[in-house]
Structure formats: C-alpha cells, structure tokens
C-alpha cells in the first residue's frame, strides 16, 4: 500500500523559511509525480506545486512563484517543498500525494490517488 508522509511544518514569522518533505513507501517512487496540495480553513484544496516522476517537469501555483522551489530525490524517495518569503496567506495544512506517471502528468488535486496526512504551516509573527 503506498504511503506518503509528510514532516517540516510548524510556526514561522513573515519573511520566513520552512521546508517541507515528503517521504515515500510502497510504491515505486521514480514511476510517479508528486504534488504538493494545501488547504487553508473554510477553503478548498489548491495546487501548490509538482514535479514529474523524472523531475523534469514541474509546476508552481502563481501564488508562489519565485518563492517556493519543488525538487526530489528518488535515491531517498522524498520530494522537498522549500518554502521562502512565507506570508500569512501560505497558512494551511499542506498535503503531498502521488500520481502515476503513466497516466500523464497534471497538477491537479483530484488527478492524485494517494495522499499523506498533512503537515499544519503556521505563519504568523
């Protein structure tokens, strides 16, 4: 059964740094995208960014480009989201899931199966 985890989140002032993992069993890891979804209360699920089971291809939320730098690693199995000049917007729980790379690449939330259980990011001063 693939299982995603997710770890790095916390409480973090304006202008801050956090980086986010995502860390990967189950299933074979180089076969899938991984994308980086989040939900702020009251809000629905948005795309944060993706990256291609190669990481050739990847995908940025205008919300946080320039500011936010998606990467993998399938030696280790995990996907990074660094997150930089965090604003108070960006608060939400964030979510990795995975999505078979066969069956094309998007970055959609409801194109991904299997999602891990969140991680809460707090910015706040």
């Known amino acids: 059964q693939p299982q995603l985890a997710e770890s790095g989140g916390g409480l973090v002032q304006p202008g801050g740094s956090l980086r986010l993992s995502c860390a990967a069993s189950g299933f074979t890891f180089d076969s899938y995208a991984i994308g980086w979804f989040r939900q702020a209360p009251g809000k629905e699920r948005e795309g944060v960014s993706c990256i291609s089971s190669s990481g050739g291809l990847t995908d940025y939320a205008d919300s946080v480009k320039g500011r936010f730098t998606i990467s993998r690693d399938n030696a280790r199995n995990t996907v990074y989201l660094q997150m930089n000049s965090l604003k108070p917007e960006d608060a939400a729980v964030y979510y990795c899931?995975?999505?078979?790379?066969?069956?094309?690449?998007?970055?959609?939330?409801?194109?991904?199966?299997?999602w891990g259980q969140g991680t809460q990011v707090t910015v706040s001063s």
């Open positions: 899931a995975s999505r078979r790379a066969l069956l094309g690449y998007v970055c959609v939330p409801n194109h991904y199966d299997y």
